[in-house]
């Protein structure tokens, strides 16, 4: 019996939870444990507490699209698990939260950082080296979780009953 | 013991309450109205834009990813 292996619906299960999970850890320890790196602290420095509480506002409504992201990766993620020409692959599925998280640090920098300017990873910096650092960490995770992907798409065997 | 609870609670509330309503954005003081108009003004819906701009393109590339690769990932294999 042949059977088609499909690597595929994991992997976007996998990036949609990855884009999720990199952007909470991103809320949680830059705009929460650091408080750095707030949605809208370029328009409004954190000098004040309306000014403080407006970021959080836009923060907030920043991580319910995070949030939305990984509930989705999660449907898709159980919808993937119920289908038999779905290889069960653990590298797979890493390298693809690594894809999605290495996505959401490239495609927020470049836009909010880079091109929108409406706020930077260090404020009082402005654009400075640290932004650049969040592209790179980027771009690492996307090579890495490709490369995983890849890797793991050699090695994909059909499930047992 | 329950005493001490009850008091413990009441002295938490009576200094909680203050600082939650005067950092309350929804709240009717002068820092709530401060940001009420901070957050819904006139820029409204173009903030709204700015901050959930990179969620279609992260859309675009997953559907890339989705539609775009047909026959990657997939590969034969006998059971």
């Known amino acids: 019996m042949t059977h088609d292996l499909n690597q595929k619906p994991l992997v976007i299960a996998g990036t949609f939870m990855g884009i999720g999970l990199g952007g909470f850890f991103d809320g949680i320890l830059f705009h929460q444990l650091l408080q750095i790196h707030n949605m809208l602290s370029a328009k409004y420095p954190k000098t004040s507490i309306a000014n403080m509480e407006i970021n959080m506002f836009w923060d907030g409504l920043f991580h319910s699209l995070t949030y939305t992201m990984t509930l989705v990766g999660l449907v898709l993620l159980w919808k993937a698990g119920a289908r038999r020409d779905v290889p069960w692959s653990g590298k797979t599925y890493v390298g693809a939260l690594f894809l999605g998280w290495g996505l959401f640090n490239f495609v927020e920098g470049i836009i909010d950082h880079h091109i929108l300017n409406i706020h930077h990873v260090v404020e009082s910096h402005g654009q400075s080296v640290f932004d650049y650092a969040f592209l790179a960490s980027g771009l690492i995770f996307i090579i890495g979780g490709w490369m995983a992907i890849r890797s793991a798409q050699r090695e994909l065997q059909p499930r047992h009953q | ?79």
């Open chain 2, 1 to 79: 013991m329950r005493r001490v609870v009850s008091g413990s609670v009441a002295a938490a509330g009576a200094f909680l309450l203050p600082l939650a309503v005067s950092a309350c954005p929804i709240c009717n003081t002068e820092t709530g109205r401060q940001v009420r108009m901070g957050i819904f003004g006139d820029d409204f819906w173009s903030t709204l834009a700015i901050v959930a701009a990179p969620f279609p393109v992260l859309l675009l590339v997953l559907a890339a990813m989705h539609f775009g690769w047909p026959q990657s990932g997939k590969r034969q294999s006998n059971s």
